[in-house]
């Protein structure tokens, strides 16, 4: 236990406010449709069409910054391209196949959406990134903000964080999907979420001070790339959406 901080406490089991969001489609039909209709109907709910630029365009814009590139993008030569595909095809169906057990892939695999534009890549994304969204994080009471996603079995752990939560996993999915508004709301849901460290130190397990520290809103003590990082894109992709408050 001592060589952790992704350990069991007690009291820091429960799913109490995660969350599970369902969406309801209403068709119109002139009389009871056919069964043949139906289920043409059926497949269109549970695989909507969905309109995205092509990759190259997207790249040029820099809406996502420069951290991938189109499969067209003469960035490497053929072979090492070629090779860089097989590897990235290999990483996506091994998650694929083992997606009860994923840590965090979201954003590689927006990423990886980005580059490919294929639609199972999407389908997939899409998908993890609903339930990381919803599942993994609580949305209400004195973890509201905070992730959770290290223990054997969801939230069984003490692991609560920001970097679980965090707004850019969400970010690709809500502009490709033209302002998802599910999504919008676990975006703004991170902008607080600085006061749970009043609450709960994410640093409590190896903070060498961890006796004498006392947290304080006008001064914290965090871990820059778990939790600064991750107040920083809460705020930054806030901005990009609404603009400076």
């Given at each position: 236990?001592?060589?952790?901080y992704?350990?069991?406490?007690?009291?820091?089991?429960?799913?109490?406010?995660?969350?599970?969001?369902?969406?309801?489609?209403?068709?119109?039909?002139?009389?009871?449709?056919a069964?043949?209709?139906?289920?043409?109907?059926?497949?269109?709910?549970?695989?909507?069409?969905?309109?995205?630029?092509?990759?190259?365009?997207?790249?040029?814009?820099?809406?996502?910054?420069?951290?991938?590139?189109?499969?067209?993008?003469p960035?490497?030569?053929?072979?090492?391209?070629?090779?860089?595909?097989?590897?990235?095809?290999?990483l996506?169906?091994?998650?694929?196949?083992?997606?009860?057990?994923?840590?965090?892939?979201d954003?590689?695999?927006?990423?990886?959406?980005l580059r490919?534009?294929r639609?199972?890549?999407?389908?997939?994304?899409?998908?993890?990134?609903?339930?990381?969204?919803?599942?993994?994080?609580?949305?209400?009471g004195?973890y509201?903000?905070?992730?959770?996603r290290?223990?054997?079995?969801?939230?069984?752990?003490?692991?609560?964080?920001?970097?679980?939560?965090?707004?850019?996993?969400?970010?690709?999915?809500?502009?490709?999907?033209?302002?998802?508004?599910?999504?919008?709301?676990?975006?703004?849901?991170?902008?607080?979420?600085?006061?749970?460290?009043?609450?709960?130190?994410?640093?409590?397990?190896?903070?060498?001070?961890?006796?004498?520290?006392?947290?304080?809103?006008?001064?914290?003590?965090?871990?820059?790339?778990?939790?600064?990082?991750?107040?920083?894109?809460a705020?930054?992709?806030?901005?990009?959406?609404?603009?400076?408050?």
């Amino acid at each position: 236990m001592r060589v952790t901080y992704e350990d069991w406490e007690e009291e820091m089991w429960s799913p109490e406010s995660v969350a599970r969001t369902s969406e309801l489609v209403v068709l119109a039909t002139q009389e009871t449709p056919a069964a043949e209709e139906l289920a043409e109907v059926t497949r269109y709910v549970r695989n909507p069409p969905v309109l995205v630029a092509d990759s190259e365009r997207i790249y040029e814009t820099g809406a996502f910054g420069k951290y991938w590139s189109p499969m067209s993008h003469p960035l490497l030569s053929q072979p090492l391209r070629e090779e860089l595909d097989m590897k990235l095809d290999f990483l996506f169906n091994f998650y694929k196949n083992q997606v009860e057990h994923q840590l965090s892939p979201d954003l590689w695999l927006w990423f990886y959406f980005l580059r490919t534009g294929r639609a199972d890549v999407y389908r997939m994304a899409e998908a993890l990134t609903r339930h990381t969204g919803e599942v993994d994080v609580y949305h209400l009471g004195k973890y509201r903000g905070l992730g959770t996603r290290h223990g054997v079995q969801h939230w069984s752990d003490s692991c609560k964080q920001a970097r679980i939560s965090n707004a850019p996993y969400r970010k690709q999915f809500y502009y490709l999907s033209d302002g998802d508004e599910r999504i919008g709301d676990l975006l703004e849901e991170t902008l607080d979420t600085e006061k749970t460290f009043i609450i709960l130190d994410p640093y409590r397990k190896v903070r060498k001070h961890k006796k004498t520290y006392r947290p304080d809103l006008g001064v914290l003590s965090i871990s820059l790339g778990t939790d600064w990082s991750a107040l920083a894109a809460a705020w930054f992709i806030e901005c990009e959406r609404h603009g400076p408050r």
